[in-house]
């Protein structure tokens, strides 16, 4: 599995590769504090591919998307630390922080897995966007 991040003049910011650990799910990548940060306004593209066969691309799977860093005002950051962490979520949806949205939200699952409101919160969000398939897969 491959994932990468590129800006959009194609040039590649971060790259990381990781063997399969053959389970079926939803993952996450946190990209290194070491990689330089994304800077606001820029457009930049995520892809992330299977690759079933070194010899035969053609077999591989990918997928990917753009992603646009927003400002991040002050007052947005400490409104967000001075809430609780089921709160961030409110926070994160009314200003549109769609990935701070998902982390929160899955570390929340992740900590309480027997928590029925993060669970319905993750499978309404995924369906609200259009990933009904994936609401119900395991975080892993």
Not at 31 to 37: A, D
Not at 62 to 75: A, L
Not at 115 to 139: C, I, Q, S
Request: aromatic share 10%.
């Amino acid at each position: 599995m491959e994932f990468e991040l590129q800006d959009e003049n194609e040039n590649l910011l971060y790259k990381q590769e990781f063997l399969s650990t053959g389970k079926e799910g939803i993952y996450r990548i946190d990209i290194p504090s070491y990689v330089t940060p994304l800077q606001e306004g820029e457009n930049y593209l995520w892809s992330f591919s299977l690759i079933c066969s070194e010899t035969d691309l053609a077999a591989s799977s990918v997928v990917g998307g753009w992603i646009n860093r927003i400002e991040n005002s002050q007052s947005i950051q400490e409104q967000i630390q001075t809430v609780s962490p089921g709160d961030r979520l409110e926070k994160y949806a009314n200003e549109l922080l769609w990935y701070d949205l998902m982390a929160s939200l899955a570390d929340l699952r992740q900590s309480e897995p027997n928590n029925p409101t993060f669970e319905n919160r993750w499978e309404n969000l995924l369906n609200e966007v259009g990933l009904n398939d994936l609401a119900t897969e395991p975080l892993n």
